[in-house]
């Protein structure tokens, strides 16, 4: 067990060991039981959190400040548009001031081809650890709350299980690619069969799709490209449809309009789901464009489990600032 994570960033789980990310979870676990208990955990007392947003947020920013008050610490929310930072405040005054004041930078920024390098620059220059609350290429805490709710579901041993990481429509904008990145990264590195469905307007990053396959060829498990939305549901224990934008064919979001329009009929609906074993489950990171991406016959149905998703943000994030900011 890796138990020495003090001062670590967690921008990618690719930067995290299978050890380290099962410590990360067994702490999660362990304050999941201890909150259902009403015991006492403020590990963090008298520490800071400087959560910095660039991307309006419902779950992250809920989660995260939440956690740090219950962990007994402060979590202080920054808003780019509202500070000095949308006047010219650079990354590294970010870093350096940031973490002066505090225990620990939480950031999201979501801009393609930006995001990622803004927060490795503030990284550089912090003194305390960086958790990345969502980029253009990852959502680590996303994606970990996802591996915990596979977990409650199907156990510790999850080789051999099928998951299907699928595009769907959905008309409200241009989503990033950090989900489905983050799913295929993580997931490989369990043994797990994964499947990534979608149109051929919405390959993800070649060279996250190269980690992927590599991850899967030392986990055992396999990682295919499917391009039918019905074929990927076929078998899957665990399915997450969710739409993203066509970000590596056009950034002009009239056209990555266009192309999405073709796919309408790519909504995650009963029937869909039907093609799945009795015991699937029904994942999504949440906002949902409901009826256009899922049908609520499947987002409110029984094999839905998105609130237990939405809550295990809550304990993984709390266990990473834990383990993190001591
Ligand atoms: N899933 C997620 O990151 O939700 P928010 O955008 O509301 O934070």
Redesign the pocket.
């Known amino acids: 067990m890796q138990t020495d994570l003090r001062g670590r960033d967690l921008i990618t789980t690719q930067e995290w060991t299978k050890d380290e990310i099962e410590t990360l979870l067994d702490v999660a676990f362990d304050l999941k039981r201890k909150r259902a208990l009403g015991e006492s955990h403020a590990i963090l007392r008298d520490k800071v959190l400087a959560m910095l947003f660039f991307f309006?947020?419902?779950?992250?920013?809920a989660s995260f400040e939440a956690g740090m008050a219950q962990l007994g610490g402060h979590a202080m929310f920054i808003d780019s548009k509202t500070t000095q930072i949308s006047h010219g405040d650079t990354a590294k005054e970010i870093g350096e001031i940031l973490g002066r004041y505090s225990d620990g930078i939480a950031i999201r920024q979501v801009d393609w081809d930006f995001g990622n390098q803004y927060i490795r620059e503030v990284a550089e220059a912090s003194r305390v650890p960086v958790l990345n609350m969502?980029c253009d290429v990852y959502?680590p805490f996303?994606i970990l709350a996802d591996l915990m709710t596979i977990i409650e579901n199907f156990g510790r041993d999850l080789r051999g299980k099928t998951i299907n990481v699928s595009w769907a429509y959905a008309a409200s904008y241009q989503k990033p690619i950090s989900v489905p990145q983050s799913l295929v990264l993580l997931m490989t590195r369990f043994g797990m069969n994964v499947r990534l469905t979608r149109p051929p307007e919405y390959k993800l990053m070649p060279d996250i799709m190269a980690q992927a396959q590599e991850n899967s060829r030392y986990s055992g498990g396999s990682f295919e490209v499917f391009e039918d939305f019905d074929e990927g549901f076929k078998g899957a224990d665990i399915v997450y449809p969710k739409s993203w934008g066509a970000l590596l064919t056009t950034t002009d979001n009239e056209e990555s309009a266009r192309i999405g329009k073709q796919y309408t009929n790519w909504i995650c609906d009963e029937e869909r789901m039907s093609f799945t074993p009795n015991h699937s489950i029904y994942l999504h990171?949440?906002?949902a464009d409901r009826n256009v991406e899922v049908a609520d016959g499947v987002i409110d149905g029984p094999h839905s489990r998105v609130y237990d998703e939405a809550e295990n943000r809550l304990h993984v994030q709390k266990a990473a600032m834990a383990l993190t900011m001591r």
């Open positions: 309006s947020s419902t779950r992250t920013r969502q959502h996303q990171c949440l906002p």
